[in-house]
Every structure is written in C-alpha cells, then in structure tokens.
C-alpha cells in the first residue's frame, strides 16, 4: 500500500485523518459531479448531489468492501442521490436557470456571464436527450470515461455506449447549433 | 465517430471545486472528529455497550414471556391438584386400597393385593 492511494486514503479517513478525506475528495469529485450531471442535467443540483455523496461516503465508509474502488463506490452514492434530488426536483417548481450561480467566482465578471450562458445552453441541450444518451455523453465527453468504464457503470453493452453516444453528440450539435443561431437573431432583432 | 462535445462551461471550475471540498469538510467534521476519537477505550466500551444492551433487552423479554407461561402451566396444574376434596393421592392417581395399605403401615396380604390390582384396571 502507498502513500497516497486509495486505498491509503481510505484506511486514513477511516481513522478520522481530515487531510486524507479531503484529498479523496477532491481526487474523485469529478467523477461524482459527472456522474450526478449526466443524472440530473442541471450543474448547481449536480454540485449538490455530489457534495452530499462524499458526505454519505464518510458516514458509510465501513461499508466501501474495495478500498482501491473508491472512485467507483462514491459514483455509485452519487448516482443515488442524484435520483433521489431529481425526484424531488420534479415534484416542486423549477427554479429560473442562472440567478446568483457564479456571484462569489472570483474570477472575471464578464468571463462569468459568457460562461453562464453557455452553460445554460448545454443544460437546455441536454435536457432534451434521452436519459441514457444524457449520462453516456456526459460521462465520456466531461467526465473522460472509456466506453467499458461507463457500459459497467451502466450495466448495457458497449456497444449500445457507442451508439447513444453518436446520436447525443449528433443531437446536441444540431440543438446547440440552433441555440446560437436563435441568439444571434435576437441580437440582430434588438 | 462523430467529435466530442465541448462541456467545458459544465466543468467545475477551480473554485467551485474548492467550495465543494471545504463544504463537505465543515459538514463531516463531526463525523471525522467521531472517527479520530474511536479507538478511546470509553468510545469502543461505548459502541460494544450499545447492541449488548439491545440484545440484553430481548434475551430478558423472551425470557419473561417464558417464564410467565410456565407459570400459568404450573398454577394451571396447582389448581388441579387442590381441588376441593382431593387428597394427595388422588392427585398422584394412587387408588384408595394402596392408600389404605400405606396408612396402616402393614404388609399387604395376597387378597389386599389382588383388590388393588383390580382397582388398577
């Protein structure tokens, strides 16, 4: 066992060591988030499924079997939780997309509100695909998964991987490719 | 294969990163705190104590259920015993003649004998 793997870490936490948590998670955030996003569609519910994972994770830990799995075990929780939030989601009112998001970035304000409304862009595009087709692009364009990694996450074939992957690509081209075309004309209109 | 989507605006940006992790820190304190502090002998006696606890609870309510039948069962068989009228012989379905016989103290004869094996069937 190294210094600095999973399985360390875990072992660590596990004694209560605050350091190795916090890299675990920072380490398998991504992963979660990708995951949670490819559920939900929507990056400020993702953030919060994959938050309340990690925590979940600590408080189970016990029951993570393969300590190298980590990553694996932690997407699993946050798949569940994104569920669990999108059920809830459904059942009360949609909040309007893109209110104080980005309001403590430290970063540039105008940056800010580019990245914004392109964001807003690809929740709105992905909202559209097919649940499936939304959690195999996300995981393998964002996220970088290979097709096998994301064929056992999701328990189909690879081949079927492939091919939501072709059509969601195909699909959010043609939405996004609409989107901004739809924006320039209001530009031109104004 | 068509070309990937470019989600970078869907990344978690350094900062959010940062704010998620110190989030997740300041909200499992209690539980690493919990952690840090489990190998104290008081904390170990205290996560044992807890299920032996839980199952001392059961063990002394089957055992109470048990102990309440069978006293019902025994009160069931006192009653019997000590109906009005019934000697202790009679409980133990001694006959009559071998009563006699024992009261006397004698040595039973072949007739007495014979009466108590007829009383017996």
Same mark, same amino acid.
Not at chain 1, 3 to 8: A, E, I, L, M
Not at chain 1, 50 to 71: H, M, N, V, Y
Not at chain 1, 150 to 156: E, N, P, T, V
């Given at each position: ?21 916090? &890299? +675990? ?11 949670? =996003?490819? &559920?939900? /569609? ?16 600590? &408080? ?25 939030? /999108? ?43 097919? *649940? ?24 189909? %074939? ?10 969601? !690509?195909?699909? +959010?081209?043609?939405?996004?490719? /609409?989107?901004? !075309? ?9 | ?7 970078? *605006? =869907?990344?978690?940006?350094?900062? !959010? ?11 499992? /304190? ?12 008081? =904390?170990? +006696? ?20 048990? +102990? ?39 040595? %039973?004869?072949?007739?007495?004998? =014979? ?7």
């Amino acid at each position: 066992m190294k210094q600095g793997d999973d399985v360390f870490l875990v072992q660590r936490s596990l004694a209560g060591d605050a350091d190795a948590y916090s &890299e +675990l998670v920072r380490r398998h955030l991504s992963g979660a988030y990708a995951v949670a =996003l490819s &559920e939900l /569609g929507d990056t400020r519910d993702a953030e919060d499924a994959a938050q309340d994972s990690f925590i979940q994770a600590l &408080e189970r830990l016990e029951e993570c079997r393969d300590p190298s799995k980590f990553g694996a075990w932690v997407r699993t929780i946050a798949r569940n939780r994104a569920r669990s939030l /999108g059920r809830r989601k459904r059942v009360r009112q949609a909040e309007p997309l893109e209110t104080a998001y980005e309001a403590a970035s430290a970063s540039d304000p105008s940056k800010d509100m580019e990245r914004s409304e392109l964001r807003a862009n690809l929740e709105r595009a992905l909202s559209t695909l097919k *649940p499936v087709q939304r959690q195999v692009i996300v995981l393998h364009d964002l996220e970088g998964m290979k097709h096998g990694e994301i064929a056992f996450d999701l328990g189909i %074939p690879e081949g079927t991987v492939r091919s939501h992957l072709h059509f969601a !690509r195909r699909a +959010l081209r043609e939405l996004l490719g /609409g989107l901004y !075309r739809s924006g320039e004309h209001d530009d031109r209109a104004h | 294969m068509t070309e990937p989507i470019d989600f970078t *605006p =869907l990344r978690l940006s350094d900062h !959010r990163r940062d704010v998620i992790v110190a989030s997740v820190l300041l909200q499992s /304190g209690h539980e690493l705190t919990r952690r840090a502090n489990g190998s104290s002998p008081i =904390l170990l +006696l205290g996560m044992w104590a807890r299920p032996a606890l839980a199952a001392a609870a059961v063990l002394a309510a089957v055992c109470g259920t048990l +102990l309440a039948s069978s006293t019902t069962n025994t009160n069931r068989m006192t009653d019997v015993a000590l109906t009005p009228g019934a000697g202790i012989a009679e409980a133990l379905g001694v006959s009559t003649t071998t009563t006699a016989l024992l009261a006397t103290n004698s040595t %039973p004869s072949l007739s007495s004998m =014979l009466a108590v094996d007829e009383e017996a069937q």
